[in-house]
């Protein structure tokens, strides 16, 4: 057989890069190809340890970049592609919605129909040996919507993206699964719910709280501090992402979520908590002295909450981490990073 050699759009983010640790450290002797352009949410240092890994190969580019992505399938001959590029910031999106329609529709438009055209003959005939090939599609919690203070998004629940970013991130998943029901691709999307761990963009919520508190900054809470999110360690995501690239059927969606719900205000007391443990002020005050309630952002969807039963009872993952020890993780490797 020859070797197996899989495409990762993104994998220089934070999801990406965590999932390609996770992926190669299960299979040492496969090949991925890290395709990131490297922009805001990219950075090479969370990937420097992957360097020497000569079943790591990193290509800086656009995967809106045709002739590029057709270069990249040509010579590897992908056996399946797993998708997270993305431009990811909901306030990015609100000031500046071009650049994610660009990436996030046509983007994924580009990638997935490269990979059709290498993958199939036409419409439901499969190249030889390409039956098995699989483009997994990431995608988000976000695209339903916002929840009242009651029940779940599942895997059903009607589209209904509120900001520019989940919109384009909807339109996205749509166009995933019509290659599937038009050309009878073999394709998977996942839907998550809010991710944290190492390596997540310093913008981001949880890296933000432990960056400002440690030095000593205001602590900037959107609006009231009410918004509900579930949140999931992201290397809990990374084992269920590989479990439905390898085990879902064709055209299936999955959430896939922490099954903890907390508010904003939970979250940074929680951490808040920590620090004061871990890395106490030097005037023996708690971080909660720091909090500021800020301007709510426009469109700012109140609770979120994901029905991650499906890929539970099909596919038998769930989340190994409890929040309480993801979130001790978590803030011990900012501590160590900002500290440096």
Known sequence: ??????????????????????????????????????????????VDELGNLKNHVFVKGD????????SLFARHKFRGVIHFAAESHVDNSI???EAF???????????????????????FVFADGCKENRFHHISTDEVFGSL???????????????SPYSASKAASDHLVRSYFHTYGMNVVTTNCSNNYGPRQ????????????????KPIP???????????????????????????????????IG??????????????????????????????????????????????????SSKIRRELGWKPEETFESGITKTVGWYISMYQK
């Open 63 to 70: 995967i809106g970049d045709r002739q590029l992505v057709e």
């Open 148 to 162: 009242g203070p009651t029940g779940s998004f599942t895997e059903t629940t009607p589209y209904a993206p509120n």
């Open 101 to 123: 329609v660009r990436t996030n529709v046509m983007g994924t438009f580009t990638v997935l129909d490269v990979a059709r055209r290498a993958w199939m003959k036409e419409p």
């Open 95 to 97: 000031l500046g919605p």
């Open 201 to 216: 963009h310093n913008e981001k919520l949880i890296p933000t709280i432990i960056r400002n508190a440690i030095q000593g």
């Open 258 to 307: 922490g099954g903890h719900e907390v508010t904003n205000n939970e979250i940074v007391d929680s951490i808040c908590t920590l620090l004061d443990k871990s890395t106490p002020r030097p005037d023996g005050a708690s971080y909660k002295k720091q909090i500021t309630f800020v301007r709510d952002r426009a469109g700012h969807d109140r609770r979120y909450a994901i029905d």
């Open 221 to 255: 809470v959107y609006g009231d501090g009410k918004n509900v999110r579930d949140w999931l360690y992201v290397v809990d995501h990374c084992r269920g992402i590989l479990r439905v690239f390898e085990k879902a059927i064709a055209g299936e969606t999955f959430n």
């Open 1 to 46: 057989m020859s070797k197996i050699s899989i495409l990762v759009t993104g994998g220089a983010g934070f999801i990406g890069s965590n999932f390609i640790r996770y992926y190669l450290g299960l299979y040492p002797d496969h090949e991925i190809v890290n395709l990131d352009l490297l922009t805001y949410a990219g950075d090479l240092k969370n």
